[in-house]
């Protein structure tokens, strides 16, 4: 079973970084050897386009970044300068698809993951529930990590992101969930990428505050993200410059990585795959069961029904995406589980608060 590395730092926004980049350097460097070298397969194979590019435009990001997020921005100069690592190179990696899809935005395989709110109607508990797988290229599963913070300032949060990135999946002691898949969407530019502005919901109180940040942020490109508490759930469908809003209410939400119907569909920069709309449609299936819990969400990403199109995939699939990390939360509780690599193949672990909300 794949095993889930844990970090835990405290202190200044500074000292979090700090905490981080000491604890990774090695793991650090190494992911940031994987995606220069997956940038240089994806811009050599369209004949245009560099990891230095994308560098460019992180710098331009960072610049964004230290005006709308200072406290962020310190964490991540921070994280890059303990690690030994150049700030704008840490964020290009970090920020992998947003930098390289300012710099060549095209139709790639399916990357992306499979997201899950589960009204409170639904649940055996009477309680909301979240859930997301996160995938991405296989060799990305050698960075998967959780780190738990607890800052001077804002609340205690956890998250399973890659090393020296800031939050991918999380959540804090509030209740407040972050998560995000990926799409496709016209009209890129430099901007704050899409960890950061996790990073920065994961700091809020509730999820009006958190959809609030992300929605009017300077965000580089398209994504969705899930902002969830005790009492429920938002998803935002963004591109860079639009957001569609879809609360939840008496069914669930999910998400996988095609726009849905609306403004945005059709700014699409690639056709749904197979794999999104299958995901999509099982998930939904899946889902919409009663008496729900933590464990019925584990299970659910588990499932293997459309082989290589499946919610749960496998890195011996032969496949250029695989599932890197799953989590899932009940918000109310505080409750979070975490496991690295395909939901069947990882290792779960709870991820504890030390304080109460």
Excluded at 79 to 89: L, Y
Aim: proline share 5%.
């Amino acid at each position: 079973m794949l095993e889930l590395p844990v970090v835990k730092v405290e202190g200044t926004f500074a000292e979090l970084g700090e905490g981080v980049g000491d604890a990774l350097s090695d793991e650090i460097a190494s992911m940031i050897d994987r995606r220069r070298s997956a940038a240089e397969a994806y811009f050599g194979l369209r004949d245009r386009g560099s990891f230095d590019d994308m560098i460019g435009a992180a710098r331009s990001s960072l610049k964004i970044l230290e005006q709308w997020d200072p406290e962020g921005w310190q964490e991540h100069e921070s994280t890059a300068a303990a690690a030994g690592v150049p700030a704008d190179v840490l964020y290009a990696a970090a920020n992998y698809s947003d930098m390289r899809d300012v710099v060549t935005l095209e139709a790639d395989a399916d990357e992306g993951c499979t997201s899950i709110a589960v009204p409170s109607s639904a649940s055996r508990d009477g309680n909301i529930l979240v859930g997301q797988t996160w995938d991405l290229h296989p060799l990305d599963v050698d960075s998967v990590v959780a780190v738990h913070r607890t800052p001077l300032e804002g609340p205690e949060t956890w998250s399973v992101t890659v090393a020296g990135a800031p939050t991918l999946i999380g959540m804090n002691i509030h209740g407040i969930w972050t998560g995000t898949t990926n799409i496709k969407v016209q009209g890129i530019r430099p901007g704050v990428g899409y960890m950061s502005l996790l990073h920065r919901a994961i700091r809020c109180r509730d999820r009006e505050e958190a959809a609030a940040v992300v929605q009017h942020a300077p965000r580089v490109a398209a994504h969705t993200f899930l902002l969830a508490d005790e009492g429920g759930a938002i998803e935002l469908e963004c591109s860079a410059t639009m957001t569609v809003r879809r609360d939840l209410a008496c069914t669930p939400l999910v998400r996988t990585n095609h726009c849905l119907e609306g403004p945005l569909a059709g700014a699409d920069a690639e056709a749904p795959s197979s794999s999104s709309l299958r995901r999509v449609d099982r998930a939904t299936e899946l889902a919409s069961h009663r008496n729900l819990d933590m464990e019925s969400l584990r299970v659910l990403m588990t499932d293997r029904a459309d082989g290589v199109d499946s919610i749960c995939r496998h890195d011996d699939d032969g496949m250029p995406t695989a599932t890197n990390a799953c989590v899932i939360g009940e918000p109310a509780r505080r409750s979070i589980l975490a496991c690295r690599g395909p939901a069947d193949r990882g290792a779960w672990v709870p991820l504890r608060f030390q304080t109460s909300g």
